[in-house]
């Protein structure tokens, strides 16, 4: 935060530097990297249904367990407060990722050869996929994705052998949502691909094994989630205080309970869910987790008191 205040206060305040390149660059990046931080601040509410399914749900979601009849009023208007400032934040990140991706997108036409600029594009393309997936925006979450997976596999194209270019690509393709015309079937496979030579190549390396379990996982089907969750096991095992492995490998364990779940596998279903809530709760205390994460948290739990019932 403080990175990005006096950067936009020196470049807004310096109209020579408005037109100079550099200085251009310098802001656009505070500008991801303020917008980034928004973006994982968190979505206060949990995800809803898109409009035209809502109302056909075949039964009402499971209670929570710990929500009270007659909540304090002081800490509803905490609630209350926490929401209204959270929601600010989400339009603020809004308005900073595009004000971002249409300075770089003007600096990558006028410098074409400069790989940091495009790098930085493919950054606030990616998040403006985000927060549009935050409003259930399937469409502008495309594009986005679309426009990050142009400009990177042009990257590609010009640095065969980069690690970082072939990485970006890789979780890029791999943290598209699922859908028709929502994640190529072709750039999958090459991201996987991409992710299994990098393993090879740099065995060492817990960022490229979960790369590979990320792109394993995006494949969708029971054996290779199966074996993404094996891969995430451990290292969530190697190292315990990555969040994100923690949170790849609850989702992997989520997909294995939706594959039991259809198969009619019903205690399996519910064991690898309450692997999950385990492994997202563990070592973390309630009060100190991300807003979203907690929401994450209590979702699954719902998930797994309805299939009890």
């Known amino acids: 935060q403080q990175y990005f205040r006096q950067t936009a206060e020196v470049y807004l305040a ?7 390149s550099s200085a251009q660059f310098e802001y656009a990046r505070a500008l991801n990297l303020r917008t980034s931080t928004f973006s994982r601040i968190g979505f206060p509410q949990a995800r809803p249904l898109p409009r035209e399914v809502r ?9 929570r367990q710990d929500a009270t009849k007659s909540p304090d009023p002081t800490l509803r208007r905490a609630r209350a407060a926490f ?6 934040v989400h339009r603020d990140s809004k308005t900073l990722n595009r004000e971002a991706i249409q300075l770089l997108g003007t600096l990558v036409e006028a410098h074409p050869k400069r790989v940091d600029f495009a790098i930085e594009l493919t950054h606030a393309y990616r998040e403006q996929a985000r927060i549009a997936r935050l409003e259930l925006d399937s469409s502008t979450a495309h594009e986005a994705n679309r426009a990050a997976l142009e400009l990177l596999d042009r990257l590609l194209r ?7 270019f072939r ?15 929502r994640r190529n079937g072709l750039a999958l496979s090459r991201a996987i691909r991409i992710a299994g030579a990098l393993v090879r190549e740099y065995p060492s390396m817990p960022d490229y094994l979960a790369l590979k379990a990320k792109a394993l996982l995006a494949r969708g089907d029971n054996d290779s989630s199966a074996d993404a969750v094996r891969i995430l096991e451990q290292l969530v095992d190697d190292y315990p205080a990555m969040a994100q492995y923690r949170l790849l490998l609850a989702s992997g364990l989520q997909r294995l309970s939706n594959i039991d779940f259809e198969s009619q596998r ?8 309450e692997q999950a809530v385990s492994v997202l709760e563990a070592d ?4 100190q987790r991300p807003a979203m994460l907690n929401l994450y948290i ?12």
């Open 55 to 63: 109302g056909k749900r075949e039964s009402p979601p499971a209670p």
């Open 158 to 164: 010009e640095n065969p052998d980069s690690p970082y």
């Open 266 to 273: 019903i205690d399996s279903a519910k064991e690898r869910l």
């Open 298 to 309: 209590e979702r699954l739990k719902q998930k797994l008191q309805a299939i009890q019932q």
């Open 284 to 287: 973390i205390e309630a009060d």
């Open 14 to 20: 310096d109209t020579s530097a408005q037109e100079n």
């Open 167 to 181: 990485f970006v690509f890789a979780d890029t393709v791999t943290s598209m949502p699922v859908g028709a015309g």
């Open 83 to 88: 929401a209204a400032t959270a929601r600010q």
